[in-house]
């Protein structure tokens, strides 16, 4: 007898093949049997009837690593139909950390610990503290852990003995599980890094059988031949495939960057890279301030932002040594209740009604509040539409749990998948629903080396959602960017139902995934 039976739906399979009529039986949370008219009894039966049923979406560009500790059920996610989550992406997270690093990390970032206990210092240790969570998770060694753990916030590049210092934690923290290493090579402290930095990691980590998944070192066009020419080098010399993360082009630049990924796999080397179906962005606003303003932590950066004879150099330096145009920036998150009257407002909005230079005011409110966040509106619909065809392109969320009472969180939370859905499948044929699912399922699977997600065949874990190819679709804006979306009628997690009928069941049926036994 199977534990479920899902009857009469349209199964794509997560492969890219046609779809194809199917019963799927599920037990012991296990897909027991895929085939036309399935004989046998269920405990549940679903009527798929008229719908799609296929894997789960696989979010491999996210930021859970401490909101999976707060809010473990992941209902934003769950509710899109996402069933696997990997996270410490950018470079950011909290493990492994030596007493050094966790300090640092708790100076620097301590809006990210509030209210946590940050005992931990091997990433098998912080896997431990997840509670059961209601989706799978898959982690990535941060970067900036490391380096933090190696050297502090001391904005140099490294010396062989700090480098050997990191390649020892990323060493431990492969064998405790991790996926691959993530960097964030726009921020601080990763920023100071030299490429032989990178590369040195990247061969520990392709010595595991790992990934390297990069934010670029900056994604200007005028800079974007040099960054991808680093990871490139990451992949030829350190032995790791790169994944490149969140790619947001503009201005033309989505058909220039691909074709220089799609060069470097001609020429022998594993890139890939994902995006979100948005074109506008967000961040860290601290992250607009030059690195070499950082050292010493956040005290250095305060001390630098009060400093008055540091504003005219940075007015010089901000919108040329960083990727940001103040001009295009609004205010979405604070750390201080006090400051919620910015949040929702254009940044240049605000100095003027404080009577201050932008620039001035910037560094008036990060001195008050570094954990202010923001959303940049950069991005180019043109060239997303570029991205999304691209076959070496995977979908991704790269959302970030904003602390609640804090302000709001970009949308992409809560509809990444099924916006992708609507825009490039629906609205704009850009894809078939194989090619679309594909780019969640089956392609961010085999990413991660897991041979039994992303797919729906007899033996591979029973991850599946049941969507309604007419009503699928993202609700969640800038302004509401909470709202769920609509169309995922069922959602599965290792054969339990989380999602019933469009409705959260409470229960929770994922796993902390460790490389070597997902």
Not at 198 to 210: Q, R, Y
Not at 226 to 244: K, L, T, W
Not at 410 to 420: A, E, K, N, Q
Request: contains cysteine.
């Amino acid at each position: 007898m199977f534990d479920t039976i899902i009857r009469g739906g349209k199964v794509i399979d997560g492969t890219g093949a046609p779809w194809f009529y199917a019963d799927v039986g599920i037990v012991d949370g296990k897909v027991g049997a895929v085939a036309r008219d399935l004989p046998g009894e269920a405990k549940k039966a679903i009527d798929a009837k008229g719908k799609f049923v296929c894997p789960g979406f696989i979010d491999i560009h996210s930021h859970a690593d401490t909101a999976i500790l707060r809010s473990p059920g992941r209902v934003p996610k769950v509710t899109q139909g996402v069933t696997l989550e990997v996270f410490s992406n950018c470079g950011l997270g909290g493990a492994p950390v030596n007493e050094k690093g966790r300090t640092a990390l708790l100076d620097y970032v301590p809006e990210d610990y509030e209210g946590l206990d940050f005992s931990w210092l091997r990433v098998s240790e912080y896997l431990d503290t997840i509670p059961k969570p209601g989706v799978n998770v898959a982690y990535l060694i941060p970067h900036g852990a490391v380096r933090t753990s190696a050297m502090g916030y001391d904005m140099r590049p490294a010396t062989k003995s700090e480098i050997d210092v990191m390649r020892g934690l990323v060493k431990e923290g492969m064998e405790d599980g991790a996926f691959g290493l993530s960097t964030g090579l726009a921020y601080v402290p990763m920023s100071s890094s030299a490429p032989d930095e990178i590369v040195s990691l990247s061969e520990i980590v392709g010595k595991h059988g790992g990934f390297v998944a990069s934010h670029l070192r900056n994604y200007r066009a005028s800079n974007i031949v040099d960054s991808i020419g680093e990871m490139v080098e990451a992949a030829r010399v350190g032995g790791a495939p790169v994944q490149i993360s969140h790619y947001a082009a503009s201005g033309g630049r989505g058909k220039l960057f691909e074709g220089y990924i799609t060069d470097a796999r001609d020429r022998g080397y594993d890139l890939t890279f994902d995006s979100y179906p948005y074109h506008f962005a967000a961040g860290f606003t601290r992250n607009t301030i030059p690195a070499k303003y950082h050292n010493d932590g956040v005290e250095g950066l305060v001390r630098s932002l009060k400093d008055p004879g540091l504003r005219d150099t940075l007015r010089r330096e901000v919108g040329v040594l960083t990727t940001y145009d103040l001009t295009k920036l609004v205010i979405t998150n604070v750390g201080k209740p006090e400051l919620l009257h910015l949040v929702g407002k254009k940044l240049t909005e605000s100095a003027e009604a404080a009577g201050k230079d932008v620039l001035d005011f910037l560094c008036d409110i990060l001195a008050e509040d570094p954990s202010i966040g923001h959303a940049n509106f950069s991005g180019s619909l043109e060239d997303m539409k570029v991205l999304a065809k691209s076959p070496l392109h995977m979908v991704a969320s790269d959302s970030i749990d904003v602390v609640p009472g804090r302000g709001k969180t970009h949308p992409r939370l809560y509809g990444t998948f099924t916006r992708f859905l609507r825009m490039y499948v629906k609205e704009t044929p850009l894809l078939t629903w194989e090619e679309a699912i594909w780019k969640m399922t089956g392609f961010p699977a085999w990413r991660l080396g897991l041979s039994n997600r992303g797919v729906v065949r007899k033996g591979a874990s029973a991850d599946l959602v049941v969507l309604d190819p007419a009503e699928v679709s993202d609700r969640a804006t800038l302004e509401s960017p909470d709202l769920t979306s609509v169309g995922i009628e069922w959602v599965i997690v290792n054969g339990v139902i989380e999602v019933a009928d469009g409705e959260i069941t409470g229960d929770m049926g994922g796993k902390v995934l460790r490389k070597g036994d997902a």
